[in-house]
């Protein structure tokens, strides 16, 4: 038997966050559904971005739903992260969906899917139904394994008229009870954005703006909302480090930081206001009310707008998962002890893993029958069965071929391999 070593040591700090990080996946196992790719970054301190998925059941038509999620996530890739996009299906929780999921979930419409915050999992896991999880119910799964960075459009808020109808969303409460940062362009527009931040710091939730020319905080369509935001984050690593003195506090609250919309895709605020304004009163004088009214104005903005709120809203999206991806880099950078790596340093040390690590073999053999095992949970382990191979020519030969395969899914792997001997006579 040969185990491998690398060369650097591993901090025991890293190495705890690493087992809390799966005994987090084991705790919830017979709940959750974690892709591959995800559990492979969370149990080896790789940056991961979470992403909800009422984008693709209820916030957009068909088919920009499933190309702006796919796109998303590939620009969530394009920086070295994995995304984890979050969702119910047939009354499991998914965290991390292939091609195929993400088809299926895009395909239904919304009477079909639940819209689920923290009140309706239970409920849609009990009937095994499919729902797409809102800011509030993407939060409270990602902090169940282990994801700190989350990106979004817009967070709910306080209503208009929100002092009178008492019409709060959910995803503020969460937000001061889940220690995770969510990466959006502020609160969506159809809301009460000064009530809002008031609530949030109520609910001791840290707000700030990221690259704010104004240092105001962003109004979703808008760059500025004109209310000045508490903080303004200049730098990835600027906010990964407030992140990590949050966690290490263990404040068990969350963090919003609010990303203005690109310019080129700011809509005229006199132009989005309006039509915000008539989408609300056309929403009242139908009687729709609770989490059914969001949707409904997006819809109805788009339709005054000639469909520009739709590109607005696509283009911001693409920017936060940008920005966030960013941050969840830093952020990894800072717990494995590489305050200073910069972007590039990650993909240079990505493309040189190959050499960094040397086989140490202790025995020989003819044949050899290798096992790669990165998870003694045994779903996981049907899983990577496919990596069982023979191989003939003695531990030498093999150790020295495995030398050239040190990345599995684009990741870092410890591996352990079994030699079983066997002896010709």
């Given at each position: 038997m040969f185990v491998r070593f690398g060369k650097q040591i591993i901090s025991a700090k890293v190495r705890a966050d690493s087992s809390i990080a799966?005994?987090?996946?084991?705790?919830?196992?017979?709940?959750?559904d974690v892709h591959p790719d995800v559990r492979i970054a969370l149990n080896s301190n790789r940056p991961v971005v979470a992403l909800e998925s009422t984008i693709i059941t209820h916030g957009m038509p068909q088919p920009q739903n499933l190309e702006t999620a796919l796109q998303v996530e590939d620009i969530i890739r394009s920086q070295n992260v994995i995304p984890a996009?979050?969702?119910?299906?047939?009354?499991?929780?998914?965290?991390?969906?292939?091609?195929?999921?993400?088809?299926?979930?895009?395909?239904?419409?919304?009477?079909?899917?639940?819209?689920?915050s923290r009140r309706d999992l239970g409920y849609v896991l009990s009937k095994k139904l499919s729902g797409g999880t809102t800011v509030a119910g993407t939060s409270i799964i990602a902090n169940m394994v282990g994801i700190r960075v989350f990106a979004t459009g817009g967070i709910g808020g306080v209503h208009r008229d929100g002092?009178?109808?008492?019409?709060?969303?959910?995803?503020?409460?969460?937000?001061?009870?889940t220690p995770i940062c969510v990466v959006s362009s502020g609160i969506k527009s159809i809301l009460d954005i000064p009530r809002t931040l008031e609530y949030l710091e109520t609910q001791g939730v840290?707000?700030?703006?990221?690259?704010?020319?104004?240092?105001?905080?962003?109004?979703?369509?808008?760059?500025?909302?004109?209310?000045?935001?508490p903080y303004n984050l200049k730098t990835p690593q600027e906010a990964?480090?407030?992140?990590?003195?949050?966690?290490?506090?263990?404040?068990?609250?969350?963090?919003l930081i609010g990303v203005p919309i690109p310019k080129k895709y700011a809509a005229d605020e006199k132009v989005i206001n309006d039509a915000i304004e008539y989408a609300v009163s056309a929403a009242k004088k139908r009687g729709i009310a609770g989490k059914e009214v969001t949707p409904f104005v997006l819809e109805a903005v788009s339709k005054v707008t000639a469909g520009k709120s739709l590109e607005s809203n696509i283009g911001l999206i693409k920017n936060n998962a940008y920005v966030a991806s960013q941050i969840a880099v830093a952020l990894s950078n800072l717990k494995n002890g590489r305050e200073n790596a910069s972007e590039s340093d990650n993909k240079e040390k990505d493309e040189t893993r190959k050499?960094?690590?040397?086989?140490?073999?202790?025995?020989?053999?003819?044949?050899?029958?290798?096992?790669?095992?990165?998870?003694?949970?045994?779903?996981?382990?049907?899983?990577?069965?496919?990596?069982?191979?023979?191989?003939?020519?003695?531990?030498?030969?093999?150790?020295?071929?495995?030398?050239?395969?040190?990345?599995?899914?684009?990741?870092?792997?410890?591996?352990?391999?079994?030699?079983?001997?066997?002896?010709?006579l």
């Open positions: 799966s005994r987090r996946l084991s705790t919830f196992s017979n709940l959750i996009t979050i969702a119910i299906i047939n009354g499991r929780v998914k965290v991390g969906l292939d091609k195929n999921e993400l088809n299926n979930l895009a395909s239904l419409g919304p009477e079909m899917v639940f819209k689920c002092h009178i109808s008492m019409d709060v969303s959910a995803d503020l409460i969460e937000l001061g009870r840290c707000v700030a703006a990221y690259q704010s020319d104004t240092g105001h905080f962003p109004a979703f369509y808008t760059r500025s909302s004109g209310v000045k935001a990964a480090l407030m992140i990590k003195s949050s966690l290490d506090l263990q404040l068990q609250s969350g963090i050499k960094s690590n040397v086989p140490v073999v202790v025995g020989a053999s003819i044949l050899d029958i290798c096992m790669m095992c990165l998870e003694d949970d045994l779903k996981f382990l049907l899983y990577l069965m496919r990596k069982i191979v023979s191989m003939i020519g003695g531990s030498h030969l093999n150790a020295s071929s495995q030398k050239e395969e040190n990345t599995y899914l684009g990741h870092r792997v410890s591996r352990i391999i079994l030699m079983l001997h066997t002896v010709c």
